[in-house]
């Protein structure tokens, strides 16, 4: 018995004819181009790729240094924030991630304001220039964090130049989600950049502005336009640096980017690579030689949901992961119950440990830029590039960030994006795992802290133009199950659908799994049952359920011969509305004569079939 071993070189290399002919014997005659995919771009993604002939090296992180491990801090009450924040340092996070109320990434929270005095509460105990990161978030319009806390460290007596401090000033995107500026950008430039000026002269490092693609992405936008957002913000702010007599260079290094990282692995990537590509191609049109920017990553809000939150921790894994290896910089993730409330410490703990667990056992941060030289990775980076510099090109044509967020050139675009996106939640065709799809009605409440979403006052705005406002994707499935909640509140019991389960389980139970996916995504309970092959007990089990809606359930041959007089029988029965599971085209007009009044299947507008199914149950 011989004990070599084929390498894999001894086997002859597989091409792209030979996988292609395994996919069409897969397909078995059907069409090839059912497997390929469009973004919301419009970016095609192929359902096989070969290895990229020019692998092109993106990752600015070195290889085995870790990312920073970012935690938000976002308490009101600075001295509990105080303490959360000491806590999140001594178990893991090596960076502070400053919200403050009003801000445009403070979820409804964050420390009550930036004062010297709140500042000196919120570090108290942090040795700053021990080597963990803090980025500051500040509040356009309210008190300036940035040279309060500057001010609070000098006074402190240590060295500028030996804090990792990233100031984030980030004015435009605030404007942008606010929808109104306090002026015209070219009335706020000169003094924002005689502030930046000032703390580079006093020593810090920065980076002091920070172009966030975050409003994009929150509002349910497409990767190319948070690309061309935070280029058009990078290009506007080296602008406003250069013009207040910032070297170039040095306006360059005072910036950093933020981008949001979801739980689509492959266009995370594609989407932070890109990135620095597009980056580096303005460096050279400035004639500086391309360096490393500096780019953070955080989580999407947009994908949270309140139901079924645990759920929440997997999404955030994914784009951790997909952030990691594209190699941001530094990454936070939202905790899981953040659209709940304020979490707590096992939230917190949840959140710090899905990076340090990826970073310490999984060693993420091991390679730089692994996905370079693949070649699904590698043509979506480049058709990101190629799309997201044509609109940035068209945001320069306009005039700049400022005079297209006036004229609302972005905000339509977001808007047409959005709306798309939102159709595709409702027909669930992007699933919602625990929200659209899979629900659990009987779900335990998460625990959140007890403290009360701050609201600021109001800023005085003299500009205003349509926000970039922040969504949730799952919403409107939410405040269907918010409708049952208040329903089971009131009466003790939730609305429900009686599933008229036909024939055999072999028959009923694949259609029946869906319909009972299908109601109680929107917080109606479906009611099972054995199958039924007469009608009279059938009819008798409808009444016992209490249900004001039914649904059919077979296989085509048991809807042919049972549904019609089913159906006959439920109206009788006093049936609101019946609904039948699947497509049957041939049998439909017959059906609707003997009393089915709703077909529901996969690809329909469920959100809009739940909306009615309440406005039905509502009718006396």
């Known amino acids: 018995m011989t004990t070599d071993l084929p390498l894999a070189s001894d086997f002859p290399q597989a091409t792209y004819e030979d996988w292609r002919k395994l996919v069409d014997d897969a397909l078995k005659g059907a069409s090839f181009e059912k497997l390929v995919s469009k973004t919301y771009d419009g970016l095609t993604i192929e359902p096989i790729y070969t290895r990229a002939k020019n692998a092109t090296l993106v990752g600015a992180r070195p290889a085995a240094m870790p990312w920073e491990v970012m935690q938000r801090i976002d308490h009101p009450d600075p001295i509990k924030a105080n303490k959360i924040a000491l806590h999140e340092l001594e178990n893991g996070a090596t960076g502070l991630e400053i919200e403050f109320a009003g801000g445009a990434g403070a979820r409804g929270f964050g420390v009550i304001d930036a004062g010297p005095e709140t500042l000196q509460k919120l570090f108290d105990g942090i040795v700053l220039d021990a080597g963990i990161s803090i980025a500051l978030n500040p509040v356009l319009g309210r008190e300036n964090a940035g040279e309060n806390l500057a001010a609070l460290i000098e006074a402190r007596g240590m060295d500028p130049a030996r804090l990792n401090l990233r100031f984030n000033y980030q004015a435009l995107s605030t404007m942008a989600v606010r929808g109104a ?92 690579r890109a990135l620095r590509l597009l980056w580096a191609r303005i460096e050279q049109a400035c004639g500086l030689a391309p360096k490393p920017a500096f780019v953070a990553a955080e989580t999407a809000w947009r994908m949270l949901t309140q139901r079924d939150p645990y759920v929440n921790m997997l999404r955030a894994t994914m784009a951790t992961f997909a952030a990691g290896l594209a190699g941001a910089n530094a990454i936070t993730v939202l905790p899981h119950t953040l659209a709940l409330g304020l979490p707590d410490a096992f939230a917190r703990r949840v959140a710090r440990n899905t990076q340090l667990i990826l970073l310490e056992e999984s060693n993420l ?215 039948l599971a699947g497509r049957v085209p041939e049998q439909e007009a017959s059906l609707k004569t003997a009393g089915v009044d709703s077909f529901i299947f996969a690809g329909d507008d469920a959100l809009a079939v739940l909306q009615d199914a309440y406005r039905r149950m509502e009718q006396p």
């Not at 360059?252 to 989407?271: I, N």
């Not at 389980?505 to 309970?525: L, M, V, Y």
Request: charged fraction near 25%; proline fraction near 5%.
């Open 181 to 272: 500026a306090p002026s015209a950008w070219r009335e706020m430039e000169p003094p924002f950049a005689k502030v930046v000026a000032g703390l580079m002269r006093r020593g810090f490092k920065g980076p002091f502005v920070l172009a966030d693609g975050r409003p994009i992405h929150d509002a349910g936008g497409s990767e190319v336009q948070e690309l061309a957002f935070a280029l058009s913000l990078a290009a506007a702010y080296l602008r406003m640096l250069e013009a207040g007599g910032v070297e170039l260079d040095a306006a360059r290094e005072g910036l950093s980017f933020r981008l949001v990282a979801d739980a689509d692995q492959f266009l995370t990537m594609a989407k932070f």
């Open 365 to 579: 941060a091991k390679v730089s830029d692994p996905a370079a030289g693949a070649g699904g990775i590698e043509m979506l980076t480049q058709q990101l590039c190629a799309a997201a510099w044509a609109l940035f090109q068209e945001i320069e044509a306009a005039g700049g960030i400022f005079t297209a967020l006036q004229q609302g050139l972005i905000q339509g675009k977001v808007a047409a994006t959005r709306n798309a996106r939102e159709a595709s939640i409702a027909r669930r065709k992007d699933v919602l795992t625990g929200a659209s799809e899979f629900p659990n009605l009987r779900e335990e409440q998460v625990a959140v802290e007890d403290v009360k979403p701050v609201t600021p006052a109001a800023t005085s705005d003299a500009i205003t133009f349509a926000p970039l406002a922040p969504i949730r994707l799952a919403r409107p499935f939410e405040a269907l199950r918010d409708r049952s909640d208040d329903i089971l509140r009131t009466t003790g019991k939730r609305p429900g659908v009686f599933l008229a389960n036909l024939g055999r389980p072999s028959d009923f139970t694949a259609r029946a799994t869906f319909a009972k996916s299908f109601f109680e995504s929107g917080g109606i309970e479906a009611i099972d049952s054995e199958g039924f092959s007469d009608t009279s007990s059938l009819a008798a089990a409808y009444k016992a359920s209490g249900a004001d809606l039914a649904c059919l359930c077979s296989s085509d041959k048991g809807y042919a011969e049972q549904a019609a007089d089913t159906a006959r029988v439920l109206q009788i029965a006093g049936a609101k509305h019946i609904y």
